[in-house]
């Protein structure tokens, strides 16, 4: 196995399972540790603050620091950035995207922003994607944190915030930046922050279509970790293997 | 020309034009009545009542009774109805769709309904639309009022109820049954109504996407009207013709 100098870790399926342990993620994220191998969490999870995904992490007895995660609400509020000094940006989301915007200084309004930015608001309403669709036909730039149209829950699949993005693509007939997963905006930002090229990092993942997608997108070699969504199975499906797939992350040494 | 037994008439871009009078529309419905030729306005808006829409036609100096109106939210009840006797429907919409549903003696509920009808709603939720996801997949039968994804405003295209049925579509995985034009199931509840064949009955309309498409799936005579959405040039990029096509309705004989 090649010697990488970066690890991109998702986090649900990969790293814990819902409310559910994985002792062999724990483990493996120790001995990254151990080694003092640089490893980030990254994760579609728009609504989630960087505080609250480290809290997530503790819960599951994985120490992380805040820097550590990266969401894609982040990877917006840094794109922004990059693209704009002193933007003002429309939202529509949860904690995790108004922190990710404050935080690098982004002025959130409700007047003629530059950028709209689209993540789930489980609080949304017909008024304020309305809003969103008439800025962005005036011209704003249309953000999107992350693609998923439909979220598992225990009661069945909930819509996500991709569900609402490709409403209002309909509706404004505009393309939106999309900074998830499997795009691959998100893993360009994760490299720029470690210092890495491509070929010298990873991406760990349970989910095909999302995370190893985004690694392949983004020219990374890939670790497929059977604990969640795709299957072994599965994988006979799809054009692209990943570079390695395993049954738990306790086959992998670092 | 042909002698139609019934006429179906759109409203907005056919009989006027949002404030703006259509002087020759006025005349041509005269004309229908002074013949005593049935006719009905076949709407695909669900929000607006019939009595409503009698005092929107009577501001257009139009007469007609509510039961001339037909609109996807009643062709919505009146299929219920005469799929299921007694069925309990979990609803999205506006007072058309409620006024429609009531009048039927159908009984609106949130809790495990037979039907989910989803018309537009200017106050809809991300919570009222996940609802009708889960009863979706949990059995529930999926109708829409109508599919129209965009309506423009002076402000710019805004959601219509299509965009939701559709983000509804994605996230369930299930089809919805359409009841508004361009599919023909409203154009068959205004057969019925009248009580005259496909080939005795002509589509009036401006808008090929829907009046015209609507006409020609139920496999009735159509007429264009070049006093809305689609110019005579509009006509060459399409592959089957409205019958007829004319610049106002004062070209044509009743």
Not at 36 to 49: D, K
Not at 153 to 182: D, H, M, R, S, W
Request: charged fraction near 25%; hydrophobic fraction near 35%; glycine fraction near 8%.
């Amino acid at each position: 196995m090649k010697q990488y100098k970066a690890y991109f870790i998702d986090l649900d399926g990969t790293v814990y399972r819902g409310k559910d342990h994985i002792p062999e993620a724990k483990a493996f994220i120790e001995s990254l540790k151990a080694k003092g191998i640089p490893h980030l969490f990254v994760t579609n999870n728009s609504s989630r603050t960087q505080k609250k995904t480290v809290e997530k992490l503790k819960e599951h007895g994985i120490e992380a620091k805040e820097e550590q995660v990266l969401t894609p609400s982040i990877a917006a509020a840094n794109y922004i950035n990059q693209q704009q000094k002193n933007a003002d940006v429309f939202m529509i989301g949860e904690e995790g995207v108004k922190d990710a915007l404050e935080n690098k200084g982004i002025t959130i309004t409700d007047y003629e922003p530059d950028y709209v930015v689209v993540g789930i608001d489980r609080h949304n309403s017909y008024q304020k994607i309305k809003e969103a669709c008439l800025m962005i036909q005036n011209g704003a730039q249309f953000v999107a944190t992350n693609p998923d149209i439909r979220v598992p829950t225990e009661e069945g699949f909930v819509p996500g915030n991709g569900a609402y993005v490709n409403l209002i693509k309909q509706v404004t007939q505009k393309e939106p930046i999309i900074l998830g997963k499997p795009e691959r905006l998100m893993i360009d930002v994760a490299l720029n922050e470690i210092g890495v090229k491509p070929e010298e990092a990873v991406m760990v993942g349970d989910n095909y279509n999302t995370d190893i997608r985004a690694g392949i997108n983004a020219g990374l070699d890939t670790l497929h970790v059977q604990t969640g969504v795709t299957s072994k199975e599965d994988l006979k499906e799809v054009d692209i293997q990943p570079t390695y797939t395993v049954e738990t992350l306790a086959e992998w040494e670092v």
